[in-house]
């Protein structure tokens, strides 16, 4: 590419363009069913999802309802159906989804309003496999050392936010029943493998009942949906394989 070909695609880049959002609504005081709704905005091409869901906020419609707080990828808490994909808003750019967005809340938990779903049955699945570090041991006035190929082991799934694109684009969890879901495997997962835990036991138990593991039919779509790239698949099999073999 030439300088002025670059300069041009560079230019085009910071031009404000006019972007679609067809945004899936339900608000339980006034509507009877989910319904549609258009908007048009101004956004750069380089703006993001949340900022185009701003732009509709606090110009055209405040009565329209998400969850965000850190809008960079940190807090979890904006995941929605993009274009059919569950993604953060605030780290998916228009120019990777395009100007024309459909906007859905993400499926498997119960909406509250618009694009807020009830995270409450998802952290009760998250509470149930201890997401905690288990050791009663007196470690004296030393730390809990741990090589580098101990850390190794879980280093993927501490990269977890919570934000629940894993469990809600999976077809087991959307089948709704006692399900835990990918991300409270993967929160297990974390501690399972922690050589400084020690209820790794206690953990695969749980994940052995009727709704762990063993439900997961390795689909494959919570790997494609987690915004930090964690291995989700990967981790529930190595939480299965650990099962089988009776150790961590
Ligand atoms: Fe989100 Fe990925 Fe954690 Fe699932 S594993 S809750 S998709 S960060
Ligand atoms: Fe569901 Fe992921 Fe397993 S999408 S079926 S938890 S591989
Ligand atoms: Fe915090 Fe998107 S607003 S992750």
């Avoid at 201890?130 to 090589?147: T, Y």
């Avoid at 990269?159 to 495997?185: F, N, Q, R």
């Avoid at 709704?211 to 997961?216: E, K, L, P």
């Avoid at 394989?241 to 009776?246: G, H, M, Q, T, Y």
Wanted: with cysteine.
């Amino acid at each position: 590419m030439t300088t002025t070909q670059t300069q041009a695609s560079t230019d085009a880049l910071m031009q404000e363009v006019d972007v679609h959002l067809v945004v899936r609504r339900f608000d339980p005081e006034v509507d009877s069913r989910p319904r549609w709704q258009e908007y048009t905005v101004q956004q750069k091409p380089t703006d993001t999802v949340l900022a185009a869901l701003h732009t509709v906020k606090w110009t055209q419609d405040g009565s329209l309802s998400f969850r965000r707080s850190c809008a960079h990828g940190v807090c979890g808490s904006d995941a929605m159906l993009i274009n059919g994909r569950n993604r953060l808003s605030c780290v998916t750019l228009i120019k990777d989804v395009g100007t024309e967005l459909r906007i859905e809340p993400v499926r498997g938990l119960p909406v509250i309003k618009d694009l807020i779903v009830d995270m409450e049955p998802f952290f009760a699945q998250y509470r149930q496999v201890m997401p905690w570090l288990v050791n009663d041991d007196d470690p004296g006035f030393r730390e809990r050392r741990q090589s580098p190929e101990e850390r190794a082991r879980f280093d993927d799934t501490t990269k977890c936010i919570l934000c629940g694109a894993c469990s809600t684009s999976c077809p087991v969890y959307w089948a709704g029943g006692d399900y835990l879901g990918p991300a409270a495997i993967v929160a297990a997962h974390r501690f399972i493998f922690d050589s400084r835990d020690r209820a790794a036991a206690e953990r695969l138990d749980i994940l052995n009942q009727r709704g762990g593991v063993w439900r997961c039919r390795t689909s494959f779509n919570c790997t494609d949906a987690c915004p930090r790239s964690i291995a989700v698949t990967e981790a529930i099999e190595e939480v299965k394989r650990a099962i089988v073999a009776d150790r961590v």
